[in-house]
């Protein structure tokens, strides 16, 4: 588990124990993850989409009390993942930090509450999974232009 420029959003490259029958990974450990983090995780609700190439998705994020903490990964193909700092009060708010999570790399970044959260398809097929801590809530749900120039977010692809 490494933490970013951001440092509450963690990237997580799982240990793959491979041979030639396949692989096996650990997916989620509650308790190396708390370990690392210094605080409790109690994921409720698991989420997954399949995108075509190019497909944007975000960025969104919930208001309190239905905000979210999200562990985010790609099962088949790639993305793009985004997450920018949306506490006014945080010294990073409006900042975002970005990694390519593949089925090919197996990493992971968590997303805590606070965070918007979007991610850019980059080929055809991907399957996205995540994690999340509370319910989705349709009357706080809210959303953050992608394109925001202020953002200063290079989405690798062209809109």
């Known amino acids: 588990m490494t933490r970013t420029a951001i440092a509450d959003v963690v990237i997580i490259e799982p240990q793959v124990h491979g ?5 096996f990974v650990e997916t989620f450990r509650a308790d190396k ?11 409720c609700q698991d989420n997954e989409s399949k995108s ?12 309190h009390p239905a905000a979210q903490t ?8 790639s993305v793009l993942d985004v997450a920018v ?3 006014r009060d945080s010294p990073t708010f409006g900042q975002h930090v970005s990694v390519e999570l593949s089925a090919e790399n197996k ?22 999974a995540y994690k999340v801590d509370n319910y989705y ?6 959303g953050i232009l992608f394109s925001d120039d202020a953002l200063g ?7």
């Open 19 to 23: 041979d030639e029958r396949g692989y």
């Open 33 to 43: 993850l708390e370990e690392f983090l210094g605080f409790k995780i109690n994921f």
């Open 52 to 63: 075509s190439r190019g497909v944007l998705r975000g960025l969104h994020y919930q208001l």
């Open 70 to 77: 999200k562990l985010v990964r790609v099962i088949q193909g």
């Open 85 to 87: 700092d949306i506490r």
């Open 107 to 128: 990493k992971q970044m968590f997303v805590p509450r606070g965070f918007a959260h979007g991610f850019v398809v980059l080929e055809d097929d991907t399957i996205f």
């Open 137 to 142: 809530s349709p009357q706080n749900d809210r």
């Open 153 to 159: 977010i290079d989405w690798k692809v062209r809109y």
